[in-house]
């Protein structure tokens, strides 16, 4: 496609708008114009979440669900109000169902953890990719310690592709959990969850996703993707950091014990023993991430807001436009080339390191992610120690775009 | 260019990191440690040829990182080549200072080592990068490791 076909599919994001909600863009860095393209590592935060989170603070804050009076009251309501938004974010049935975390990771170590330790025994199959992040093969690491289960692990092609029929292949009566990323942090790739969901429904098997790099780029169904777990984390969907988001179907989250013990989480307490409450607070030990959470759907409203057929008319103009643009630079290649990809773009280059190339970027006010993207059975898999990443997001351009172009014609020129 | 990068990246360090002195694996070693920086995916292993008086006899690695690691790494191996050990410990925690210290000053430091050090000086612009001094540093906290005996180094 040529550069201005692309322009002719300008979207209807109002970018320039977008880009003043965001103070930091704004921000130079060693004096030039800051281009961030690291959006999958960690989003940049509105304004409004910003505010929301200082008027929160200065006004509404308490601690939540215990004090009798009318901060607390207050403070809890809007805690829980944000608890009906990520529900609707993901389309639950019920805020029941949505738990609060401290991010992705610890949804998915409490799924391992309090479902995993309950009903998992020796020698039973977890499923999981070779697209995953660390954060969804370590977990199950420690159970393979613990419990002595087996992982098995559905591999892509060499673009990057999901290779579903693989996947089903390993599925067999051993098989107890897929856990399985919705997009690879690492090099984009979408994998096609509703399908792998059926496939592994037909043996009543139920089914993980990590969904930390789709929530930021689309709609997400959890009842029309049939996911029993569901986990996304709150900055990389332009959130604060410090709150996550487990969603697990009703009957799931009822049949598991907690996760950690202490406050907020009881029903009961004696010296010889303690009664649960029900989900999601059962799982919610300790007082929680309460600005963060309002904080997160404050985001949520404002991604939404935007509309997902905008947000990903732009992402993939720009993730087409960028790949074009980086097609250009002699010795550069892109890791990573399925047919379904969100906007995140991996590519090496033959004269330059992914480190070196980071710093050149850096000093043109270019800030990408490079190493191994918490995803080093993958970079074996393409035997790459590391690779440099641009990864884009609601307020990027094609000015950032030919920006990392420019750049890299300096990492050529400085190492070619 | 920015001047910082203009220093970072000088023909000598772009030279080193391209064609690698020493990047082999010496079949009469008597001492090696395998480095590795996590964060980056850099990893190396440093091989020593130690002789019964403490001469350094040969020195090589093998391994792949970026450009600074590995320049760093062959400039060392051409550097300790006929040093002591108790010289390459010195000259590690030398290197060290002037990575990390905005007062390193080399005229403070053994007259020995004087030219080893104004060597190594061409490193000394990682300073103004703090996440590369992992990167300049690894070779010679594995070569470190392998003179104590250890087997593996991480610089996180």
Known sequence: ?416 | MTDDLRELYQEIILDHGKRPRNLRHPEDANREAKGNNPLCGDRLTVYLKVGADGAIDDVAFEGRGCAISTASASMMTEILKGKTEAEAHRLFETFQEMCTSDEFDAAAHDIEDADAIERLQVLAGVRQFPMRVKCATLAWHTMNAALEGEEKVSTE
């Not at chain 1, 103009?317 to 990573?336: D, H, K, S, W």
């Not at chain 1, 094609?398 to 400085?414: F, Y």
């Open chain 1, 1 to 416: 496609m040529s550069a201005s076909t692309v322009a002719a599919m300008a979207p209807a994001l109002d970018v320039a708008k977008i880009r003043r909600d965001f103070p930091i863009l704004d921000r130079p860095v060693y004096d030039r114009r800051l281009a961030f393209l690291d959006s999958a590592a960690s989003a940049q935060k509105p304004r409004q979440v910003i505010d929301t989170i200082r008027q929160a603070m200065e006004e509404e804050y308490a601690n939540v669900h215990r004090g009798a009076y009318w901060l607390s009251q207050r403070a809890t309501d809007r805690f829980e109000t944000a608890r009906e938004t990520v529900a609707r974010f993901l389309n639950a049935p019920s805020s029941d169902e949505i738990v609060f975390t401290r991010n992705t990771t610890e949804a998915i170590n409490l799924v391992a953890a309090s479902w995993g330790r309950t009903f998992l025994k020796e020698g039973d199959e977890v499923v999981i990719s070779e697209i995953e992040h660390h954060a969804n093969i370590v977990p199950w690491h420690l159970l393979k310690r613990e419990k002595g289960i087996v992982l098995r692990v559905a591999p892509v092609d060499e673009a990057g592709n999901f290779l579903l029929d693989r996947f089903e292949d390993l599925l067999n009566d051993r098989t107890r959990l897929v856990a399985i990323t919705h997009v690879s942090n690492a090099i984009g790739t979408i994998v096609p969850v509703a399908e792998v969901i059926r496939a592994a429904h037909r043996r009543d098997v139920p089914v993980l996703v990590d969904g930390s790099q789709a929530a930021p780029h689309m709609r997400v169904d959890v009842q029309a993707l049939d996911a029993d777990f569901y986990v996304f984390t709150g900055h990389k969907v332009y959130g604060p950091t410090g709150i996550g988001v487990l969603y697990g179907r009703s009957e799931l989250l009822e049949s598991m014990p907690p996760y950690q013990g202490g406050g907020e989480m009881i029903q009961t307490v004696s010296y010889e023993e303690s009664t649960f409450k029900e989900p999601p607070f059962r799982f919610e030990a300790g007082t929680p991430a309460i600005v963060e959470a309002i904080g997160l759907g404050t985001a949520i409203d404002y991604l939404q807001a935007l509309g997902w057929e905008n947000v990903q008319a732009n992402e993939q103009m720009l993730l087409q436009y960028a790949t074009e643009r980086l097609r250009e630079i002699p010795g550069l290649r892109i890791v990573g080339t399925a047919r379904d990809k969100a906007a995140i773009l991996s590519f090496v280059m033959d004269c330059a390191h992914p480190h070196d190339i980071g710093t050149i970027l850096d000093r043109s006010g270019v800030a990408i992610r490079a190493g191994h993207h918490c995803a080093q059975p993958l970079m074996e898999r393409f035997e790459l120690p590391a690779t440099a990443r641009a990864s884009f997001g609601i307020y990027n351009t094609r000015d950032d775009v030919d920006q990392l172009t420019e750049a890299l014609l300096q990492v050529r020129e400085i190492f070619g």
